[in-house]
């Protein structure tokens, strides 16, 4: 019975021990969630603070109070996520240690149970007369043996009710840093909500504000737009013109080389005309950019595209003001914004960096978007726009995460710090929200 009941007890603890992990697990990668939002709001924060300078309502102020409102109500929810696990986890806890301390009164009472039996044998079963009575030397060592092994027993006993008390007070010291955590996290989540309703009504306030200057609006957008299209124009020509040359020198390569592939094999005269018709052929043919990749481009293309998803983000930090693609206006009814790229808001003084390592093939000025940057890698390219100084030079070999200018700062505009990212396969845009890390 004794047996069977302490099974019982061991099968649910080990039961309990592998469940363990994954709760635990859960409770930290909230936590960590919690952190790095919490990073977020003190990057956004601290352009906001930017802003305040400035009295007047901007669409810029409203961008980082939107992009603050969406982070806090993120964060509320985890947090939300990580109490309840927390309490999961409290109760796991409770479970484990009613379990010991169930399973410590049982091996008391059996440990008791043998000292009982041994203090009331103790005349018995002197241990020097209970070897030497036994009828041959084979029966005493056999004696001997299960009076080691019942000593054993007993030390093991010892052991075990000593290991389940360290256990037990390992329990409630994890259950007590659990509370302390839980009652952390409850004050968090409140302070965080009342700063969400204050976002929400200066939001409401900016809102009504920039509405009324409908006008003025409008036509920032049409002058913003002017310029945007203006710069990926360019840069759809650039990409364009460089492929092209690409192809022509690869072309080019691939006839000299027929030529003297031929002469090598001694080929007729007659037949040059037609070697010279094949060759032009192929200038006029392209075989596409891929083809134009010398071994070490195409394995840097192939990296590249293999780390899909993984790439870093153009600045250390900031947040996507502009996304990729057709959206509606923020404040402006049936006005929408088509981006090539996306738009990184950081705060001043931040530098671009490469996403991934490339050679810069290009790097130019637009009135109205000053500076900008395109590195290839292999088929992709990446492009930095929005710089006032650029650190590399067209030739030049950069690395992953490598700054390659400083982002320009409008202080006529809440000292906004803006960088526009595009990545182009070939000469198709891709969304660049898909190929960097979140």
Known sequence: ??????????????????????????VKQLEAQRKKTL?????????????????????????IINKNINERKTLITNISKEINELDSEMQRLNQEKRMLENRLTILKRDYARLVQEAHINRSIYSKIMFVLSADNFDQSYRRLR?????????????????KVKTQIVEKADSLNKHKVTKEEV???????????????????????????????LRDDIKKQQKIANDLNNKIARIIAEEIRKAEAKRAEEERKRRIAEQKKQGTPKDNDAGTKDKTETAVAKPSGSVSTLTKEEKLISGNFAANQGRLPWPTDKGFISGRYGVHPHPVLKHVTTNNKGIYIQTPAGTNARAVFEGEVTQR????????????????????????TSIYVNVGDKVSAKQSIGKIYTDGENDNKTELYFQVWKGKVLQNPESWVAR
Do not use: C, W
């Open 1 to 26: 019975m004794f047996r069977t009941l302490l099974s019982k007890v061991l099968i649910i603890i080990l039961l309990l021990g592998t469940i363990s992990p994954v709760t635990a697990q859960s």
């Open 39 to 63: 990073q977020l709001l003190e990057s956004t924060n601290k352009m906001l603070n930017e802003t305040k300078k400035s009295q007047r309502s901007s669409l810029n102020k409203l961008t």
């Open 146 to 162: 299960y009076l080691q092994e019942y000593t054993d027993y007993r030390k093991d006993q010892v052991r075990k009710i000593e």
């Open 186 to 216: 409850v004050k968090q989540k409140e302070v965080e909500a009342q700063k969400l309703t204050n976002d929400q009504k200066k939001e409401k306030v900016l809102l009504t504000d920039l509405q009324k200057k409908e006008r003025k």
């Open 364 to 387: 130019f000025s637009i009135p109205g978007s000053n500076n900008a940057v395109i590195i290839k890698h292999g088929e992709f390219r990446t492009v930095y726009a929005n710089l």
